[in-house]
């Protein structure tokens, strides 16, 4: 461009030869728009890619994270609150199943609890947590791990409230740290890692008192009612063997703005309810949201920073109209209704195969841990901001002849030069 300029302004230079190297600058301005454009296109909305990696030997995992969510009460327990409840002996069994449609049930059963309401609806719906609290319960189980030793923490789910074990996100959502109604960060949580050299690492649970539905999971993760579940039924052996699928970014994908590389950190939350971010907490608050647009209340296992309405009978038979919507987070169209961006860092857990068999000594649950996936996925940056810098350079380098140095020229030209000649012209 400078070139041309040049030709443009010299005094020697006729009009027609002006007007044409006008013609040629505009000309030349034309491609270097268009290629500058998609190198730009290119360097923010396509600057990754996913890659594969085969050096299983060198990798450490996370041992996947485990929710064991119970499906049945310490019946002492709960003679124990219905009494307090001025609950009648003769309706404690319908006590009891009113309890389990509410702390158990989801979208799609929620209208049966209209049978109960004539009863227990005077209960407030605020104590709903509480109860559900008090209620779970797995039982004086012995956690078993390789290399691992460690307890479970009990935390609140779409399933009510639950045991987890190896979770940076579960401690958000344990009842002591909902009580302080904040969000503020905690210290990231331990995780129990393993390795190709560790032999068969297990997780086991034993005398569990109570059928247990079991979820497994990445660290990074929480469970959601769109989970896939496997019940452990009282009085058996069940065995699980699982394995995991990775996906890692490194470190320089923070350099990207989120809208460059399509997904969000744990630390990078936008979420309301949350200081830690993941794709099933972004699909939680999508249902929050929607709950309170829809029926005006807040389900009891749902955070409730602002004081919100909590669903009573009548609010949770309101949800269950909306069924599919809540639980599938799509319209009638079938259009999306919530917008997340998948996890940058991600385990997708498989469970190969399951066995169960009776067992006298009461219920024990065994995952094992199966190394068969010698590849996982990493981002990669395949274009960073010095390839669009370096593109970008040789565009205009091809159409204008430009350099840094003509740049320089031109803001000089254009503004110590004009100003000094000014200057020298009123003097």
Same mark, same amino acid.
């Given at each position: 461009?400078?070139?041309?300029?040049?030709?443009?302004?010299?005094?020697?230079?006729?009009?027609?030869?002006?007007?044409?190297?006008?013609?040629?600058?505009?000309?030349?301005?034309?491609?270097?728009?268009?290629?500058?454009?998609?190198?730009?296109?290119?360097?923010?909305?396509?600057?990754?890619?996913?890659?594969?990696?085969?050096?299983?030997?060198?990798?450490?995992?996370?041992?996947?994270?485990?929710?064991?969510?119970?499906?049945?009460?310490?019946?002492?327990?709960?003679?124990?609150?219905?009494?307090?409840?001025?609950?009648?002996?003769?309706?404690?069994?319908?006590?009891? +199943?009113?309890?389990?449609?509410?702390?158990?049930?989801?979208?799609?059963?929620?209208?049966?609890?209209?049978?109960?309401?004539?009863?227990?609806?005077?209960?407030?719906?605020?104590?709903?947590?509480?109860?559900?609290?008090?209620?779970?319960?797995?039982?004086?189980?012995?956690? +078993?791990?390789?290399?691992?030793?460690?307890?479970?923490?009990?935390?609140?789910?779409?399933?009510?409230?639950?045991?987890?074990?190896?979770?940076?996100?579960?401690?958000?959502?344990?009842?002591?740290?909902?009580?302080?109604?904040?969000?503020?960060?905690?210290?990231?949580?331990?995780?129990?890692?393993?390795?190709?050299?560790?032999?068969?690492?297990?997780?086991?649970?034993?005398?569990? !008192?109570?059928?247990?539905?079991?979820?497994?999971?990445?660290?990074? +993760?929480?469970?959601?009612?769109?989970?896939?579940?496997?019940?452990?039924?009282?009085?058996?052996?069940?065995?699980?063997?699982?394995?995991?699928?990775?996906?890692?970014?490194?470190?320089?994908?923070?350099?990207?703005?989120?809208?460059?590389?399509?997904?969000?950190?744990? !630390?990078?939350?936008?979420?309301?309810?949350?200081?830690?971010?993941?794709?099933?907490?972004?699909?939680?608050?999508?249902?929050?949201?929607?709950?309170?647009?829809?029926?005006?209340?807040?389900?009891?296992?749902?955070?409730?920073?602002?004081?919100?309405?909590?669903?009573?009978?009548?609010?949770?038979?309101?949800?269950?109209?909306?069924?599919?919507?809540?639980?599938?987070?799509?319209?009638?169209?079938?259009?999306?209704?919530?917008?997340?961006?998948?996890?940058?860092?991600?385990?997708?857990?498989?469970?190969?195969?399951?066995?169960?068999?009776?067992?006298?000594?009461?219920?024990?649950?065994?995952?094992?841990?199966?190394?068969?996936?010698?590849?996982?996925?990493?981002?990669?940056?395949?274009?960073?901001?010095? !390839?669009?810098?370096?593109?970008?350079?040789?565009?205009?380098?091809?159409?204008?002849?430009?350099?840094?140095?003509?740049?320089?020229?031109?803001?000089?030209?254009?503004?110590?030069?004009?100003?000094?000649?000014?200057?020298?012209?009123?003097?």
């Amino acid at each position: 461009m400078a070139h041309g300029f040049v030709q443009v302004v010299r005094r020697d230079r006729t009009p027609f030869e002006r007007f044409f190297w006008i013609l040629v600058i505009v000309a030349a301005c034309v491609p270097c728009i268009l290629f500058a454009g998609v190198a730009w296109t290119h360097f923010w909305h396509h600057p990754t890619v996913i890659t594969l990696e085969r050096d299983h030997w060198n990798w450490v995992t996370a041992f996947p994270s485990i929710t064991a969510c119970p499906v049945s009460f310490k019946m002492d327990t709960l003679a124990e609150i219905a009494e307090n409840k001025t609950v009648p002996t003769a309706k404690l069994e319908l006590f009891s +199943e009113f309890l389990q449609d509410l702390f158990y049930g989801n979208y799609s059963t929620y209208g049966n609890l209209e049978k109960y309401k004539e009863d227990f609806d005077d209960i407030p719906p605020e104590m709903y947590i509480d109860l559900n609290y008090q209620l779970c319960y797995l039982g004086d189980t012995e956690q +078993e791990f390789i290399s691992f030793d460690r307890n479970m923490t009990k935390i609140m789910t779409e399933y009510g409230f639950c045991y987890n074990y190896n979770s940076e996100i579960a401690p958000y959502f344990s009842y002591e740290y909902w009580k302080h109604n904040h969000l503020h960060k905690l210290p990231t949580a331990r995780i129990d890692y393993i390795t190709p050299a560790l032999e068969s690492p297990m997780f086991k649970l034993n005398s569990i !008192d109570a059928n247990v539905m079991f979820f497994m999971h990445g660290k990074n +993760e929480l469970i959601d009612l769109m989970s896939k579940r496997f019940l452990v039924e009282g009085m058996k052996f069940t065995v699980l063997e699982v394995n995991s699928q990775s996906t890692w970014s490194p470190k320089s994908m923070r350099n990207l703005h989120i809208s460059q590389r399509h997904c969000r950190f744990i !630390d990078e939350s936008n979420l309301k309810y949350s200081p830690v971010y993941s794709t099933k907490l972004c699909k939680i608050e999508c249902r929050i949201e929607m709950a309170l647009r829809l029926c005006k209340c807040l389900p009891f296992y749902y955070r409730n920073l602002h004081g919100s309405k909590i669903c009573g009978i009548d609010g949770m038979m309101c949800l269950s109209q909306h069924d599919d919507q809540m639980i599938r987070l799509r319209d009638g169209d079938g259009n999306n209704l919530c917008q997340c961006e998948p996890n940058c860092n991600e385990d997708i857990v498989t469970v190969l195969a399951g066995d169960s068999k009776d067992w006298i000594f009461g219920c024990v649950a065994q995952i094992i841990y199966i190394f068969n996936i010698p590849v996982r996925y990493r981002r990669s940056i395949i274009y960073s901001l010095t !390839d669009l810098l370096v593109q970008i350079g040789g565009i205009t380098g091809l159409c204008f002849g430009l350099s840094v140095l003509s740049v320089m020229e031109v803001i000089y030209f254009l503004t110590l030069r004009f100003y000094w000649a000014v200057i020298r012209d009123r003097s």
